[in-house]
């Protein structure tokens, strides 16, 4: 197996099976060979280490095992997942690293935090990543990561069954921060499917007549870049939801 085949596998698996995607990591290690293999893994295992199951040790000590590999990593990202998950356990987010890196740090460590029920720890360095974004360059991969982890938070939270108001607060927020983000550091695709996101955070909030909005701009974005028929089908039926969703006076 090649280390692309396992983690493709690590992430088609972990959300029926986290601990048992968790008890297979190690292996992963004897697969890498290039920093962007370095990446992958490191993504892998601070998603489930620390969103999925809260286990910040646990996944420090594989992400150190990662960086001592000598694969190289030119861009830090084992060290920044370390970094990530000792902010989940109690660290603050280093107040000497650079801009772009505290908002690479915040924004992951927020969604791990969200994954694990610690909602008003999430929300501070949420807003902290949100605050520091507007400092950045629009082609910093803050701006991208920003976007990103603001559009999983989103999307985790509208797959929960029921919200608390601080929930469905924080699923708003991400949703309209992942369409800001996306607008500078995407392209019109980003932005297309942020507006779709949008849609459906505010149907999951109950908000039937902003949906019907966002749903209509995702699906005129749709149209005004070549009108894709797949992108188009996702925008009708967000679209379709939206107005049910009015018709019965949500």
Not at 15 to 36: F, H, N, Y
């Amino acid at each position: 197996m090649t280390l692309d085949d396992f983690v493709a596998a690590g992430w088609r698996e972990h959300g029926a099976d986290a601990a048992g995607v968790m008890r297979r990591l190690p292996e992963g290690l004897a697969l890498v060979e290039t920093a962007p293999q370095v990446d992958a893994l490191a993504r892998l295992i601070m998603h489930v280490a620390g969103e999925h199951l809260g286990e910040w040790r646990a996944g420090i000590a594989l992400l150190e095992r990662l960086a001592g590999l000598g694969a190289g990593d030119p861009d830090g990202a084992a060290a920044r997942a370390i970094t990530v998950l000792r902010v989940c356990a109690g660290d603050a987010v280093p107040a000497a690293a650079s801009v772009s890196e505290r908002v690479r740090v915040a924004a992951p460590a927020a969604a791990a935090l969200v994954g694990q029920g610690r909602l008003a720890d999430a929300a501070s360095l949420y807003e902290e990543a949100v605050a520091l974004a507007p400092g950045l360059a629009d082609s910093d991969p803050g701006v991208r990561a920003l976007a990103v982890t603001s559009n999983n938070l989103a999307c985790a939270l509208e797959d929960k069954t029921a919200r608390t108001a601080d929930e469905r607060a924080l699923m708003l927020r991400a949703a309209a921060v992942a369409r800001t983000a996306w607008a500078r550091a995407g392209s019109w695709l980003h932005v297309e499917r942020a507006e779709y996101r949008l849609a459906m955070s505010h149907l999951a909030a109950g908000e039937g007549a902003a949906a019907l909005e966002h749903a209509r701009r995702c699906l005129a974005i749709v149209d005004d870049n070549g009108g894709d028929p797949e992108e188009r089908r996702y925008a009708e039926e967000a679209v379709q939801a939206a107005e049910a969703a009015l018709a019965k006076g949500v």
